[in-house]
């Protein structure tokens, strides 16, 4: 059983910064693109970044490009999302996805497992 674990969420002010950590079990992690997904309240879950399988090619959506940055450890099968320079509205739940050899790792449903999600709060 797949099981992903988000941790590191919590409330910050504006223009500081956070450090989630998605924490995988029960899969071959390095045969994995490892995303980042978000939903705001009110509003529909959405792409926030992502790490292909072979660590090489990393994605980011438009909205966090420059401020946020996803690595992984596969020695520690766990991916990160470093987010600096927070805004109000980075204020959602951060949930993890895992797509084995994924290929569009911006496309929502192409992952096969989910995290539970931690919130992330920016306050102005």
């Known amino acids: 059983q797949v099981q992903l674990v988000e941790s590191g969420g919590g409330l910050v002010q504006a223009g500081g910064s956070l450090r989630l950590s998605c924490a995988a079990s029960?899969?071959?992690?390095?045969?994995?693109?490892m995303g980042w997904f978000r939903q705001a309240s009110g509003k529909e879950r959405e792409f926030v970044a992502a790490?292909?399988?072979?660590?090489?090619?990393?994605e980011y959506a438009d909205s966090v490009k420059g401020r946020f940055t996803i690595s992984r450890d596969n020695a520690k099968n766990t991916v990160y999302l470093q987010m600096n320079s927070l805004k109000p509205e980075d204020t959602a739940v951060y949930s993890c996805a895992a797509d084995q050899w994924g290929w569009s790792p911006k496309r929502l449903n192409d992952y096969e497992a989910w995290g539970q999600g931690t919130q992330v709060t920016v306050s102005s």
């Open positions: 029960g899969l071959a992690f390095s045969h994995y693109t």
């Open positions: 790490i292909r399988w072979g660590g090489v090619t990393i």
